[in-house]
């Protein structure tokens, strides 16, 4: 049976991983086994779930205990369950609450660089990508359009960002991912090692198209993209096996990194 705890004050220390705690000390960099992530929404918390993750705590508004997060709580009896009423969850929070129900999830040790890409043949690279609603919709992308595997540059934000997570649909508990030394620092020569060629997403004068004969005959691609400012960097791109770049009409010079993300996977596909 659920362990129910009704909230009538915000002064316990067990919400502050909700609210009164940066992502920095949430995600615990000095004590990684220590952290933990916000999961937002019953749909997103059973992903995490099925993945094999362990809730820490829920948060929820009441109605929810009996109802759409019932099933969650069954799977999980002996993690707390906060719960109170809409306004006085708002007050902890400062906005309405996901779907009314929030839960703080352990993380689980990276898995290797080798058992991430070891069957895969279509990867995207994401390297310095900082925005996590960007990031979030780049892990969608990979997982809807039969990307095998993300990749993540160390400057990348956090993938179980609160945001990440919530905007990928929780998506990235469904497809492997680990992260890459930078490309021009040894990334690429890390996927040479495992037989990949790296097409960096580019928008330079030899770019090739995207429906190019080379592209398609590789046999293990990497799709590397760039962050949403500058894009890739000139050391980034040299580092690449080809760069590629969609063709724009009227006048339009590029598109936005996620929305290029989903046109490159699905050009792409095996």
């Given at each position: ?193 495992h037989g990949f060629s790296a097409a960096a997403m580019a928008l330079v004068d030899d770019s090739l198209s995207m429906d190019d004969p080379r592209l398609k005959a590789c046999e293990r691609l990497a799709v590397v993209l760039g962050t949403e400012g500058d894009g890739l960097s000139k050391e980034t791109i040299a580092a690449c ?30």
């Amino acid at each position: 049976m659920a362990n129910i705890i009704r909230l009538h004050s915000l002064d316990d220390p067990a919400l502050d991983v909700y609210a009164r705690l940066t992502e920095a000390q949430i995600r615990n960099r000095l004590e990684p086994e220590k952290g933990v992530f916000i999961a937002e929404s019953p749909k997103v918390i059973r992903l995490a779930l099925d993945a094999g993750f362990e809730p820490v705590s829920f948060l929820m508004e009441q109605k929810h205990v009996e109802g759409d997060a019932k099933d969650l709580l069954a799977r999980c009896p002996d993690a707390p369950v906060y719960t109170g009423e809409r306004a006085l969850l708002k007050a902890l929070t400062g906005y309405e609450l996901t779907r009314g129900v929030l839960a703080a999830v352990k993380r689980k040790p990276l898995p290797a660089f080798d058992a991430v890409i070891r069957d895969a043949k279509r990867v995207a690279v994401l390297d310095g990508i900082v925005d996590a609603s960007n990031l979030g919709a780049i892990v969608r992308s990979a997982a809807a359009l039969n990307i095998d595997a993300v990749l993540f540059s160390p400057t990348c934000c956090d993938p179980l960002n609160r945001r990440a997570v919530r905007v990928s649909m929780g998506t990235i508990f469904q497809i492997p991912w680990t992260f890459l030394p930078a490309l021009a620092e040894g990334g690429t020569d890390l996927l040479h090692r495992h037989g990949f060629s790296a097409a960096a997403m580019a928008l330079v004068d030899d770019s090739l198209s995207m429906d190019d004969p080379r592209l398609k005959a590789c046999e293990r691609l990497a799709v590397v993209l760039g962050t949403e400012g500058d894009g890739l960097s000139k050391e980034t791109i040299a580092a690449c096996d080809f760069a590629v770049k969609i063709p724009m009409a009227h006048g339009v010079d590029s598109l936005n990194v996620a929305a290029a993300s989903a046109v490159a996977f699905w050009e792409l596909r095996r």
